[in-house]
Nanobody, 115 residues
Framework: QVQLVESGGGLVQPGGSLRLSCAAS????????MGWYRQAPGKQRELVAV???????NYADPVKGRFTISRDNAKNTVYLQMNSLKPEDTAVYYC?????????WGQGTQVTVSS
């Protein structure tokens, strides 16, 4: 089993920045991916960004150039730096951890972009 603890959500004005963190603990294999997904009211959960333990990254088109995903493998922690936030970025953001034996989700953290 893998446990995920997220932090860093909140309310921010358009154009502002937030940084999300997600720490994984438990039975962690060396080969894994960590990422962020989001779900806005009335919409399906969608990919925001993912990064693998071997260094590859992938971003959804709406966040390219504004969001940066990074990870600290020693701490099993993934970060999402979100800049130039827009109202359409408002959603519950979920951390995901995936390895050969399963995929795990965090509890979600609310990000609200509003003036």
């Amino acid at each position: 089993q893998v446990q995920l603890v997220e932090s860093g959500g909140g309310l921010v004005q358009p154009g502002g920045s937030l940084r999300l963190s997600c720490a994984a603990s438990g039975s962690i294999f060396s080969i894994n991916t960590m990422g962020w997904y989001r779900q806005a009211p009335g919409k399906q959960r969608e990919l925001v960004a993912v990064t693998s333990s071997i260094g590859s990254t992938n971003y959804a088109d709406p966040v390219k150039g504004r969001f940066t995903i990074s990870r600290d493998n020693a701490k099993n922690t993934v970060y999402l730096q979100m800049n130039s936030l827009k109202p359409e970025d408002t959603a519950v953001y979920y951390c995901n951890f995936a390895q050969s034996v399963g995929s795990y989700w965090g509890q979600g953290t609310q990000v609200t972009v509003s003036s």
